[in-house]
């Protein structure tokens, strides 16, 4: 099946620090990525729809301007956390969306994202 | 009403039995997927179905759009199958927007 890469897999950060995730597919070209978030024992949150070329549309309830989204080109969206806190703490996980294969999505390993 | 539920919540299982987790919705859907995230975190896509049954390996994925309701089954339950098994929808048109159930937790023993 088709491969999404995330990087880092897990990241500690300061408190007040900026932190970049990249979401990359690594063999084809995803036009749509979704960010999601994800707290222990719970299911994933939908954050934020990246599409290429265009403004990303953020889910009620998350703050744009806290987590950034750039989907710079068909393989790569980063997601970057700033003034991170450490509530921000959590599981973020991205997925790319596969059109060629009915809209079928492909899921990154995830990032562990720890603020102290 | 969560528009996705899932059953069980929890599932605890001997090596070699046959299991049946269930998903209904209560919207239109397009396409509904059954993914399974390891204890690691990383969630891998098993089936993507929009009618009728999907087959691979030891998993079985089924679907009734009348009913809105999915199944998946895993045969010769090994304990590598332990895992939260999720069920998500996508809603109507070309939008991939998924909504998620609360997973069921499995856990297969010797």
């Known amino acids: 099946g088709a491969v999404v890469s995330q990087h880092p897999s897990w990241v500690i950060c300061k408190s007040g620090t900026s932190v970049k995730i990249e979401c990359r597919s690594l063999d084809f070209q995803a036009t749509t990525m979704f960010w999601y978030r994800q707290f222990p024992k719970q299911s994933l949150m939908l954050m934020a729809t990246s599409n290429e070329g265009s403004k990303a549309t953020y889910e009620q309830g998350v703050e744009k301007d806290k987590f950034l989204i750039n989907h710079a080109s068909l393989t790569l969206s980063t997601l970057t956390v700033t003034s991170a806190h450490p509530e921000d703490s959590s599981f973020y996980i991205c997925s790319a969306d596969q059109r060629v294969r009915g809209n079928e999505q492909f899921f990154g390993p995830g990032t562990r994202l720890t603020v102290l | 009403k969560n528009e996705v539920e899932q059953s069980p919540q929890n599932l605890t299982a001997q090596e070699g039995e046959f299991i049946t987790i269930n998903c209904s919705y209560s919207?239109?859907?397009?396409?509904l997927h059954w993914l399974q995230q390891h204890p690691g975190g990383g969630i891998v896509s098993l089936f993507m179905?929009?009618?009728g049954k999907k087959k691979h390996g030891r998993l079985i994925a089924t679907i009734n759009i009348q009913e809105k309701h999915s199944s998946l089954h895993i045969t010769a339950s090994h304990p590598r199958d332990s895992a939260v098994y999720i069920c998500?929808?996508?809603?109507?048109?070309?939008?991939?927007?998924?909504?998620f159930g609360t997973g069921t937790r499995l856990q297969v023993t010797l």
């Open positions: 998500a929808v996508r809603s109507g048109g070309t939008a991939s927007k998924l909504t």
């Open positions: 179905l929009s009618s």
């Open positions: 919207v239109g859907i397009s396409a």
